[in-house]
DNA sequence: CGACGGGCCTGACAGC
DNA sequence: TGCTGTCAGGCCCGTC
């Protein structure tokens, strides 16, 4: 599922590729994946990259935008098929092979290359949008997590709103703070040695501040390693991640514990939710 | 073959 | 009443 790391990642890969490239065609093959106006993003040239929460952003001349999520299944694929590198394509696996049969939106830029939008599962979206639309549906996000407003002051406030909420649910809102998603969240909470239903009126100062470092930390980890690849995440050259290999806890029900304090990895469900914690660092609140 | 998972949105509902 | 917070259900389809 892609979260920042993995759509920081890709962003990053994109910008490399897209920046100053001319939109000349654009192919839906599922209806309900690209939303808006086709005419608002042909013959636009891009003009930047950015990402705000789970969302890709590109920027075209006109200053509308194409935003997208990703949701749990989605890839953005850029593949120029005229270029011809020694030892192979870094996207080899997918040049002959898209589009495929999960190809909702396929782009075309003014060098030949393709932008693919694939999604299993068809939650994921595309949307044009203008400024202002953009700004007022980024306007409804928390701090991203790097920000100076991610901070104690801030999530005090923000918990004192929520008393009632774990702190596994009071993170995967995206109005607290943006950009987390399952993984990460698990992977916090292991290094502050929290138990995720904790509940957000119990938790000290000291705990916060944990929580903020560590958020940063598996975050910054995740972009290291170019995502974490579960089941279907590429980064924009089709390329796994790397971080599923560094997880504490995600998926890792019945394992030892790596801090080798002896506990096993347990799954239990908050909000619906797979967690993934261990019981012998994160133990409860009594 | 049916159950399951999972981010996010919506609508229903509870509480003050 | 009206606002706020919480929760269940729906969207999908490959995997188990």
């Known amino acids: 599922m892609p979260e920042l790391p993995e759509v920081e990642t890709i962003k990053l890969g994109l910008s490399k590729k897209i920046i100053n490239k001319k939109i000349t ?24 990259v950015e990402r705000r929460a789970k969302i ?28 011809r590198v ?15 049969k999960h190809t909702r939106v396929q782009f075309t830029f003014d060098n030949g290359a393709g932008l693919f939008f694939n999604d299993l599962r068809k939650f ?9 639309e ?25 918990a004192k709103r929520y008393p009632a909420r774990t702190i596994k649910q009071f993170l995967m809102d995206q109005t607290v703070v943006a950009g987390i998603g399952n993984i990460y969240n698990d992977e916090a909470l292991f290094l502050s ?3 995720p239903k904790t509940k ?53 029900t019945g394992e030892k ?5 002896g506990g096993i990895i347990e799954r239990i469900v908050i909000g619906g939710r797979g967690t993934y914690f261990c019981p012998n660092c994160q133990k409860e609140k009594i």
């Not at 590109?58 to 935003?67: C, Q, R």
């Not at 980024?138 to 104690?152: A, I, K, R, T, V």
């Not at 598996?218 to 997880?247: E, F, P, R």
């Not at 514990?257 to 304090?261: I, R």
Request: hydrophobic content about 30%; glycine content about 8%; charged content about 25%.
């Open 25 to 48: 065609d654009i192919v839906v093959y599922n209806k309900k994946s690209f939303q808006g106006n086709k005419s608002d993003v042909l013959q636009q040239r891009v003009i930047d």
């Open 56 to 83: 890709l952003r590109i920027i075209l001349e006109n200053s509308h935008s194409l935003l997208f999520h990703l949701k749990m299944t989605g890839q953005l694929i850029y593949i120029d098929r005229n270029k």
């Open 86 to 100: 020694a030892g192979g394509h870094p996207s080899h696996d997918w040049h002959d092979k898209l589009p495929n």
């Open 124 to 132: 994921g979206w595309c949307k044009v949008m203008n400024q202002e």
């Open 134 to 158: 953009v700004e007022k549906s980024f306007g409804l996000f928390g701090p991203e997590p790097f920000s100076n407003d991610f901070n104690l002051k801030y999530l005090l406030d923000k």
């Open 193 to 195: 040695k929290i138990y």
């Open 200 to 252: 957000v009126s119990k938790l000290t100062s000291h705990e916060w501040q944990k929580i903020i470092t560590n958020v940063r930390k598996v975050l910054t980890k995740g972009i290291k390693y170019g995502g974490t690849t579960d089941s279907d995440y590429v980064d924009a050259d089709g390329k796994s991640g790397g971080m599923q290999n560094h997880l504490n806890v995600y998926h890792k």
């Open 257 to 261: 514990c790596q801090s080798g304090c």
